[in-house]
């Protein structure tokens, strides 16, 4: 039975996040997140690499013999990542220069393969096109986080050269938070594991508290109504 789609969302956002959760992908999770822009033009990146690739998985799964599955959806990725990789050389060319070497290794992204492979492998288009929506968006969303946090406290900006890669229209996101700049440690790699390690802690004590309500909410229901 296909997973529904409400789980599928719920499962990329929050439950089954690719940082938040699955601890995959931490190599650009830890290297580019030194911005929120950076972090949002590689999850934009990631994403669409990710809902591709399941949406061609899932169409030629009943083609692809077992044997040979692995080394097709390395193919197919790596196409992919290579016309990712081509167009943001060539219209977005400044993003281009910090997360250019970052884009070639989406290939090997634990992710991407990983979502091909247990779940657009299994299951139709549409299920895998919203799966792997969900998962990029989920993961974006965790990079972004990461990237805002760690420029807040190590450059004092939020957003900073954002108009690079969503156009001018979108400069009034660049904001300076302060002058004197922030703390080096955190635009290093020991700030960007210190950041992940926090939020970690943070969606598991938030996991555990949504648990308990909804377990007490259970038990209210299920309780015997006296006479």
């Known amino acids: 039975m296909s997973t529904p789609f409400r789980t599928l ?18 190599c650009p999770s830890m290297a580019v997140t030194t911005s929120g822009t950076n972090g949002l033009g590689m999850g934009l990146a990631t994403t669409a690499v990710l809902v591709v690739s ?7 799964r009943g083609v692809v013999s077992q044997e040979v599955r692995i080394p097709v959806f390395i193919v197919l990725i790596a196409s992919l990542v290579t016309i ?9 060319h400044d993003l281009y ?8 290794l989406i290939v090997v992204n634990c992710a991407i393969l990983g979502r091909a492979e247990a779940f657009a ?23 972004t986080v990461i990237g805002l946090i760690r420029e807040c406290l190590g450059s004092g900006t939020l957003f900073a050269q954002a108009s690079q890669l969503l156009g001018a229209n979108f400069a009034f996101l660049e904001i300076r938070l302060h002058d004197h700049g922030g703390a080096l440690l955190m635009i290093l790699p020991p700030g960007a594991f210190a950041v992940l390690g926090f939020l970690l802690a943070g969606k598991r004590l938030l996991d ?6 909804r377990k007490t909410a259970a038990a209210i229901d299920t309780a015997p109504v006296e006479a």
């Open 208 to 213: 555990a508290r949504l648990e308990a309500r």
């Open 9 to 26: 969302v719920k499962d990329g956002l929050w439950n089954n996040n690719v940082v938040f959760a699955q601890m995959l992908a931490l």
């Open 121 to 143: 492998s299994k299951n139709g288009v549409w299920p895998s096109l919203v799966d792997g929506l969900a998962m990029g968006i989920g993961f974006t969303f965790a990079l």
């Open 54 to 60: 399941n949406v061609l998985v899932a169409l030629i």
């Open 84 to 92: 990712v990789d081509m167009a943001l050389n060539a219209w977005l």
């Open 97 to 104: 220069k910090v997360l250019g070497l970052f884009i070639a």
